[in-house]
């Protein structure tokens, strides 16, 4: 009779422990599958919430925050993400920080209680200075001039002033007018970093600056469209080396944007056009003078 009793006390206890070892692995893999869904959830948010704030950070340079939110908007939108936008702080000039906030429903872990929890991700985006990039125009201005965004600046490209008035005329591939009007239409498609030494370009290039820019100007009538051709990025530049008082190379100290306003005057050999802000693809360097280019990044 002892043993009997002994034996089926031994069985009851299985069955409890068995029981509850059970509904550990059940609570378990309801954590492992609810968990990977909610990663795949907060992961598909936090991209969109980043692609929301660099998107809008494009934006930094303007004048009006509406611009910058509806481009985080739109974006948003695209993401399929505009009703879980909970928050937008814009700082013109400086940065963007999207917060989007959304319902998480659970599968299994419904079953002990927890129906629900709330997903939440920031995203900020900053402006920086731009110090390396691919894209340059063969045309540059020097460091000590002041740049005053709006007001007309003339490059002159007549022969034996290539490096007189606001500019100096650059040969980023190599000498010859041809390289150079295809870097001034296409731009010059290697990189280059403040710190980089560049030769000056020689000769009358006025003839290939004329047909550069009268395709260019054809090309929109908005300076900030994304894609206008127009819109030429220009190294900033401090003189390195002269020869017989001509500059012959210059170093590279940051970037600028130029606008060509107006097509090319055939008497006086001028570009005229206007600097503007804005940001662009590039990289940022601490060391690089800020003249009005900028690139977007995540910032913590």
Known sequence: MFFKRFFKRERGQTVVLAAISLTGMLAMLGLVIDGGMY??????????????????????TTEDERIVRGIVDD?????????ALSGVIILLDERVTVELERQFTTTFMSLFGIDSFDVNVQATARLGTMGRAIGAAPLGIEESIEIVPGEEYVLKVDEGEVDIGNFGVLALEGPGARTYKENLLEGFQEELSVGDVVNTQTGNIA??????????????????ERDCKRVLLVPVYQPYSHDNNQLKQVKITGFAYFYITEPMNDKDKTVKGVFIERAGSGFELEEAVDRGAFTVRLSE
């Not at 990663?39 to 930094?60: D, F, I």
Request: aromatic fraction near 4%.
């Open 39 to 60: 990663y795949v959830e907060r992961t598909h948010l936090q991209k969109a919430a980043n692609a929301a704030a660099l998107s809008g950070a494009q934006e930094l």
């Open 75 to 83: 974006t948003l939108t695209h993401h399929d993400e505009l009703d």
């Open 207 to 224: 003839g290939p600056t004329k047909e550069a820019t009268d395709i260019l100007i054809n090309s929109c009538d908005n300076m900030y």
